[in-house]
């Protein structure tokens, strides 16, 4: 774990494992809790089932499981060639009355979306498809389905 200069710290947290076996990480901004527990206080990149605002452990891989939903969900998307600041621009104009935070990294290789669960489905996927087919790219969910596909049904 590395600490920043504000009130939380980056957790090294298990994403999955390349072709090879070897594990891949991330980097997740979290405040530590009681217990050894953690609120995460970004939505991850590459974890799925998880998104801001949740309250989590972690098992000795560093696996997350939720322990509480912080009512959040985590869409990710893509680009099918690459994105321009435009596109991230329009993302972030598209989900402000939403309440949606929209992060990327300074090269752009993806985006993060982090929306209130209460913003509605229908809505979310309105903005996400709508922007997707002029950005060019491709969009999930991160945190609405396990690893075969089921529903969490946690909203």
């Known amino acids: 774990m590395t600490t920043d200069q504000g009130a939380h710290e980056h957790v090294k947290v298990w994403a999955g494992a390349k072709s090879d076996g070897e594990p ?26 998880c998104a801001a605002g949740d309250i989590v452990a972690f098992d000795e891989a560093m696996r997350v499981r939720v322990l509480h939903r912080g009512g959040n969900l985590a869409v990710q998307a893509g680009p099918v060639k690459e994105f321009v600041p ?7 104009e598209a989900m402000t009355p939403l309440n949606g935070l929209v992060e990327t990294p300074a090269d752009l290789r993806f985006i993060v979306v982090t929306v209130p669960a209460a ?14 087919a002029t950005a060019n790219a491709e969009w999930w969910y991160g945190n609405v389905t396990d690893d ?8």
Do not use: C
Not at 24 to 48: F, H, I, N, Q, S
Not at 86 to 92: A, F, I, N, P
């Open 148 to 155: 075969r596909g089921a529903l969490l049904n946690w909203w």
């Open 24 to 49: 891949v990480y991330e980097l997740v901004p979290a405040e530590r809790l009681a217990d050894g527990r953690y609120k995460l206080v970004g939505t991850p990149a590459l974890v799925l089932g």
């Open 119 to 132: 913003a509605g489905f229908p809505r979310v996927e309105s903005i996400m498809g709508d922007w997707a």
């Open 86 to 92: 435009s596109d991230v621009d329009r993302l972030r």
